[in-house]
């Protein structure tokens, strides 16, 4: 017999049980007032160990990196499918008849793993192919043999609501085991598309691969005075070309512009929108996409800080 069954009878564990699991079910029922009691008491527990905690407190300050993480979960219970689709003007996507020398040459050229292959229209989406069957193909059919039908490799597609919880779609597309979903309409057209790594960096934030820009961040200035500016230029220096002009708050919420931007913002701001800063500064979008801003223009820069002399 273990030591907790030693200390707690068996009839009390019988008792208690059931109890907890019911009270755990309750806490995190999407409109119990439970779950919102539990979620404040969480956000007022990040908020007391963002300074550091006394020694004898029972344990050190939330790390900001957990503390993002753990703010970025709790806001994702509002997050849908519609907040973070890519929109349907710019899915790459592939005919059904299309040869499979040009299907490889296309996931090439756009750098993906995976496109929707469709029958006439994107409206009639048949599924997906991933580029290691392609690939497998066309070395196959360089080989000598007979070219196969992009049909006969094209897999199962998770289409979803625009309304589905970002959560829930996590859930679904691991135990499914895909990494791609389509957001349909009420009447079944398509609405946009969405990875499994656009829901996962609305937790962890961008997560950059091998194909991503590895080319340093620029700040360029203009004639107008104006500079545009990557979105990944750190916050430390901008401010070590233009001097302090963000709050204590926003450097730890933050590192980049472009974090910066979104956060100002609540959203993903897109393209051509302004977004305003307390110190006066204003930023332009000058591209991104449903993830992420790229290019900004920021204007009303203060004059740079006057270099010290000894």
């Known amino acids: 017999m273990t030591e907790l069954n030693r200390t707690l009878p068996a009839e009390d564990t019988a008792e208690q049980s059931p109890g907890l699991l019911k009270t755990l079910k309750r806490w995190w029922a999407p409109e119990s007032a439970e779950a919102e009691t539990v979620r404040e008491v969480i956000e007022e527990l990040i908020e007391e160990r963002n300074e550091e905690s006394p020694p004898d407190d029972g344990g050190p300050a939330i790390d900001p990196n957990e503390r993002l993480l753990l703010g ?54 048949l599924g997906f192919v991933h580029i290691k ?76 691969d091998e194909h991503d820009s590895d080319q340093a961040a620029t700040m360029v200035e203009k004639p107008d005075k104006s500079v545009s500016a990557d979105a990944r230029v750190g916050l430390s220096e901008f401010e070590a070309r233009y001097g302090q002009v963000f709050s204590d708050e926003e450097r730890e919420t933050t590192d980049t512009l472009g974090g910066l931007v979104t956060y100002l ?44 002399g000894k």
């Open 133 to 208: 069957d392609v690939a497998v193909l066309a070395v196959e059919h360089s080989a000598g043999k007979a070219a196969t039908p992009l049909a006969d490799i094209v897999r199962n597609m998770l289409f979803v609501s625009p309304a589905v919880r970002v959560l829930d779609l996590l859930l679904e597309m691991r135990l499914k085991r895909t990494h791609m979903a389509l957001v349909v309409d009420e009447y079944g057209g398509i609405d946009g598309l969405l990875t499994i790594e656009d829901v996962v960096e609305q937790i962890v934030g961008e997560i950059e």
């Open 72 to 125: 970025n979960v709790l806001k994702m219970r509002t997050v849908t499918a519609l907040d973070i689709m890519i929109p349907r003007p710019d899915i790459v996507a592939v005919e059904v008849q299309t040869p499979m020398d040009q299907v490889l040459e296309l996931l090439m050229k756009e750098r993906h793993s995976r496109l929707p292959v469709y029958r006439g229209t994107l409206d009639d989406v």
């Open 265 to 308: 913002a609540g959203h993903v701001p897109g393209r051509g929108e302004l977004v305003k800063h307390p110190s006066g500064l204003e930023f332009e979008v000058l591209e991104g996409d449903p993830r992420r801003v790229r290019q900004l223009r920021v204007r009303n820069i203060p004059p740079p800080p006057a270099p010290t």
